[in-house]
């Protein structure tokens, strides 16, 4: 139970504590600031505790953005402030020095709410020291240098009237805007794609109302829409026209499904870190479940299609890493003016003309408008045709978008900070092979980090492609090694150090893609398909959790693991040493090893994080 502490003399007429309460607040009222003081101390410190101003006047929304969003420890719109337990020590101290600057509390040095001796401390009672406390709290705690988040009300009202005049005139401009219809409104991203925006966010945002009315969490949602597609993956393996019509079909409602668990989390303002982190892995899951769907039933029919069922997820995944280590490299730049390069001065041009900010969005394929291409191609055409399409597609996106995160990176002025260069240090998934050679390393000159990645990855994956397993690709990978070494021997600051992460990650999928199909055997893209999706969920659960403020996983996954250049070199050499039906058995039983290490460690850690009151995010979905 959250608690609310009216402050100042009862407003006739007024609805405030009435939406207070069905905000689901304990409504206490302070006859004055001392009072106010001593409720504040009252409250547990593990619960969320409001200073509002009785003569607020506004929408219940504005009050519900202000006060019940779990994603910031401050809040505050006119007239309220709230804080949670991560805040309440600032919201004390700020109530405490308002109060004294007012006469409020009773001796310097006294406890917040105390007199010396340990009474409550007193004041003449009086409306003049709670009148625009709420707001006077806020402004104290700016002044503490403390983050206050203040929502984006847009035309919504939130009010403290001076007078009744100021306060019939406020009224008449709550009656005057739909407080359900700006709910509903802003419960859908703002950003999004032309298919999402225009094809599901139009009905799936009454869905998620009904939803909230029925008391279903975000969570729920996001659990149907994984099962959903689930079901879509199974039907897809049946190999028939039937099950791939049902396929789509299933596919599009999980999507529907996807984008209403965000638009409940927004419209009731249900984040959570575990939230956050189901809503983005079981994108993954969704996705690379169904390409496991489609090339099962390809081989119903007779045709093999794994490795462009594998390609894809190769692509799609190292598409994702483009993207993260970009954001990370750039989210902190050193410089204000980081973002005036001529590519973002053209960037920003075109999003001012209207139909080429839906074209840009939807040539980049995000996962609106894929998931409808794989739905319609399923349904409509055969696994190969599906995926040869998505491989194309795929490709000119990533061209289109790795080209202009290129440019923008040459023509920056900022510098990487520390912070940035640990996240892309954390996103290169190094193991003890690299921290052996770095160790090794001191005092070289710097090397070109994203050249040494590249190379390394021509060097193992063309190795691969021309040799398949041999001793040769073993040779190929031990100079991937090197070159990995080389590549984070220093900080990754440099202009187009975050392509590093992305080189890794193409050289390992690459290698394993390239010799399961070269081992020619029934089972080994199979086998390759399951090690890469254990591996690539490995990869983005680092990202969620630089992502949610988390850190990188521990040192000792990494290690277990073998960080990316030990599998890469582990793959090789077994490819090497074995026939093809036990190099299949080894990579089976690789692909099962590691996803039961990651995922075991993944879900206990967000587990406890939730548990622990982490705090509250939520993910936009992916970047593109």
Not at 160 to 177: I, T, Y
Not at 244 to 268: I, K, N
Not at 399 to 408: N, P, Q
Request: glycine share 10%; aromatic share 8%; charged share 15%.
């Amino acid at each position: 139970m959250s608690t609310a502490i009216l402050t100042g003399q009862p407003v006739p007429g007024s609805s405030i504590e009435a939406d207070l309460r069905s905000l689901g607040f304990d409504v206490r009222s302070a006859a004055d600031a001392a009072d106010a003081e001593t409720l504040l101390a009252a409250v547990p410190a593990d619960q969320r505790v409001a200073v509002v101003d009785t003569r607020f006047v506004g929408h219940q929304h504005a009050l519900r953005l202000g006060l019940t969003d779990p994603r910031f420890p401050l809040a505050a719109v006119p007239g309220a402030v709230t804080a949670q337990p991560a805040g309440r020590q600032a919201l004390t101290r700020a109530m405490a020095r308002e109060n004294s600057a007012s006469g409020g509390t009773a001796e310097r040095g006294a406890p917040a709410g105390t007199a010396e001796g340990g009474a409550p401390a007193r004041v003449k009672p009086g409306v003049g020291d709670v009148d625009g406390l709420a707001d006077r709290i806020v402004t104290a705690l700016d002044a503490d240098g403390s983050e206050v988040h203040r929502p984006e009300l847009g035309s919504l009202v939130a009010a403290v009237p001076a007078d009744p005049q100021a306060r019939n005139e406020a009224r008449q401009a709550v009656g005057a805007v739909d407080d359900e219809a700006v709910r509903l409104k802003s419960a859908v991203k703002a950003r999004d794609g032309f298919f999402t925006t225009f094809c599901i966010s139009p009905y799936s945002r009454y869905l998620a109302r009904w939803c909230a009315r029925r008391g279903l969490t975000p969570n729920q949602v996001t659990t149907a829409s994984l099962v959903t597609a689930l079901i879509a993956a199974g039907c897809a393996a049946t190999g028939t026209r039937a099950g791939y019509v049902a396929a789509g079909l299933l596919l599009l409602f999980s999507f529907v499904l996807d984008c209403t668990d965000g638009q409940l989390a927004r419209y009731s303002l249900q984040y959570s870190t575990l939230g956050a982190w189901l809503d983005a892995t079981f994108d993954r899951a969704k996705e690379y479940a169904y390409y496991a769907g489609l090339a099962l039933g390809a081989a119903r029919g007779g045709d093999d299609v794994w490795a462009l069922a594998l390609g894809a997820m190769v692509l799609q995944t190292c598409r994702h890493v483009v993207d993260f280590s970009f954001n990370e490299a750039n989210a902190d730049s050193t410089d204000a003016t980081a973002d005036t390069s001529p590519t973002a001065a053209l960037s920003g041009r075109l999003d001012s003309v209207g139909w080429t900010v839906w074209v840009r969005r939807m040539i980049v394929l995000p996962i609106g408008e894929r998931w409808a291409m794989i739905a319609v191609l399923t349904a409509a055409t055969t696994p190969r045709i599906t995926f040869c399409v998505l491989l194309v597609g795929c490709a000119f996106a990533a061209t289109y978008t790795t080209a202009g995160r290129v440019l923008r990176s040459l023509t920056r002025r900022a510098g990487r900070t520390d912070r940035a260069a640990r996240s892309l240090a954390d996103l290169s998934d190094c193991g003890p092979l690299t921290g052996l050679l770095v160790r090794l390393l001191p005092g070289r000159p710097r090397p070109t980090a994203p050249l040494s990645a590249a190379v390394g990855a021509v060097l193992v994956t063309l190795g691969a492609w021309l040799w398949g397993p041999s001793w040769w690709v073993v040779l190929m990978a031990g100079a991937y090694v090197l070159l990995s070494a080389e590549a984070v021997a220093h900080p990754l600051k440099g202009a187009l150090d975050w392509l590093v992460p992305p080189f890794f990650r193409a050289a390992e999928y690459g290698t394993v893609l390239i010799l399961a199909a070269k081992a020619d055997v029934n089972g080994a893209l199979p086998a390759a398909f399951g090690l890469v999706a254990a591996v690539a969920y490995h990869h983005y659960d680092t990202v969620y959790r630089i992502r949610g403020n988390a850190g990188a996983p521990p040192a000792w996954l990494v290690r277990a693991v073998g960080g990316q250049e030990g599998r890469t070199l582990l793959v090789a050499v077994l490819a090497a040493v074995l026939t093809a039906g036990q190099f299949t058995v080894a990579l089976t039983v690789l692909a099962v090893a590691v996803a039961l290490v990651v995922l075991a460690e993944s879900i206990r850690f967000w587990v406890a994080a939730h548990r622990a009151g982490a705090p509250s995010v939520h993910d936009e979905g992916e970047p593109a």
